[in-house]
């Protein structure tokens, strides 16, 4: 192996050491509120809460409710209610900010779905809730060691109609 290449993968070995903080501290459990805008239509957004824990430094494990509503003036809207579980790991980390991707289950109650299931990649419905996955894209700002704010998209199998853009934050009430 020629010197000049040991030599840069010595100082990118060391680079990566440095740079190899995590998304949390492990063991961290984080609470957040979420913000959203549904791509499905035009006036519906979203709002939610969610837990976060942080099995180790890379992956976390993330639990979610979002209800969504609509800001316009319509007797026709049904909002739904969405309830998410999934996993996080790291997938880029420039310190304090992380870019994180994941996949979970994401389940609703929607009731325009079965209007709308052929359009759906990976979907099924069991009375009146619906199921499917998802891939979640998020990045992750440290503001302070309990305070994290994010930016996130969920592509979901349901089809594009349940496609969010979130923004949050996240807090850990345990953080020193």
């Given at each position: ?33 979420v913000a959203g805008k549904n791509f499905g239509l035009e006036d519906e957004v979203t709002a939610g809460a969610r837990i ?89 700002h440290h503001i302070s060691k309990p305070i994290h704010v994010f930016a ?25």
């Amino acid at each position: 192996m020629p010197q000049i290449l040991k030599q840069y993968l010595s100082i990118m070995l060391i680079l990566g050491s440095y740079l190899s903080y995590g998304q949390y501290d492990p063991g961290a459990t984080n609470y957040g509120l979420v913000a959203g805008k549904n791509f499905g239509l035009e006036d519906e957004v979203t709002a939610g809460a969610r837990i976060e824990y942080a099995y180790n430094c890379f992956t976390t494990f993330i639990g979610e409710y979002n209800r969504s509503f609509t800001i316009a003036d319509s007797e026709t809207y049904e909002a739904y209610n969405e309830l998410a579980f999934g996993v996080n790991i790291i997938a880029f980390n420039w310190y304090p900010t992380t870019i994180t991707a994941g996949m979970g289950y994401i389940g609703n109650d929607s009731g325009i779905f079965e209007t709308i299931d052929d359009k759906a990649f990976l979907a099924f419905r069991t009375g009146n809730f619906n199921h499917g996955a998802q891939i979640k894209i998020r990045a992750l700002h440290h503001i302070s060691k309990p305070i994290h704010v994010f930016a996130e998209i969920n592509l979901k199998s349901l089809g594009r109609r349940y496609d969010t853009f979130l923004v949050g934050f996240s807090y850990d009430f345990n953080a020193r």
